[in-house]
C-alpha cells in the first residue's frame, strides 16, 4: 500500500507561481513513475507532468515551459513548478505514482488561478 500527501495548492493571480508537494510513503518501488494530473469542472482528469526514478520527464504539450515537475528520491517526493499560471490552469491537481502494476492516487490540491 502507498499513501499520498499533496500540499502547495491555493489561490493565485493570474501570471503568478505555485509550487506544489507530494510526499510518497508505504512500500514504494524503487522503480517507479510519479506525476501530477489535473481535473477541471465538468472535464476529464488529464495528464500534467510526470517522471521516472531516474529523472525522465514527460509533459503535456500545452503546458510545457511553464510547468516543471522534479523529484527527491530521498524523500519519494515529487514537486511541480508551476509559472505564469493562467485562470484556464484552475483545476483540482492531484498526484499519483506507478508503483509496479498498481496506481496510487493522492487526494487533491485545488489550484485556483484568478483573472
Known amino acids: 500500500q502507498v499513501q499520498l500527501v499533496e500540499s502547495g495548492g491555493g489561490l493565485v493571480q493570474s501570471g503568478g507561481s505555485l509550487r506544489l508537494s507530494c510526499a510518497a510513503s508505504g512500500s514504494i518501488f524503487s522503480m517507479n513513475v510519479m506525476g501530477w494530473y489535473r481535473q477541471a469542472p465538468g472535464k476529464e482528469r488529464e495528464l500534467v507532468a510526470r517522471i521516472t526514478n531516474g529523472g525522465t520527464t514527460n509533459y503535456s504539450d500545452s503546458l510545457k515551459g511553464r510547468f516543471t515537475i522534479s523529484r527527491d528520491n530521498a524523500k519519494n517526493t515529487v514537486y511541480l513548478q508551476m509559472n505564469s499560471l493562467k485562470p484556464e490552469d484552475t483545476a483540482v491537481y492531484y498526484c499519483?505514482?506507478?508503483?509496479?502494476?498498481?496506481?496510487?492516487w493522492g487526494q487533491g490540491t485545488q489550484v485556483t488561478v484568478s483573472s
Open positions: 499519483n505514482i506507478r508503483n509496479g502494476v498498481l496506481n496510487y
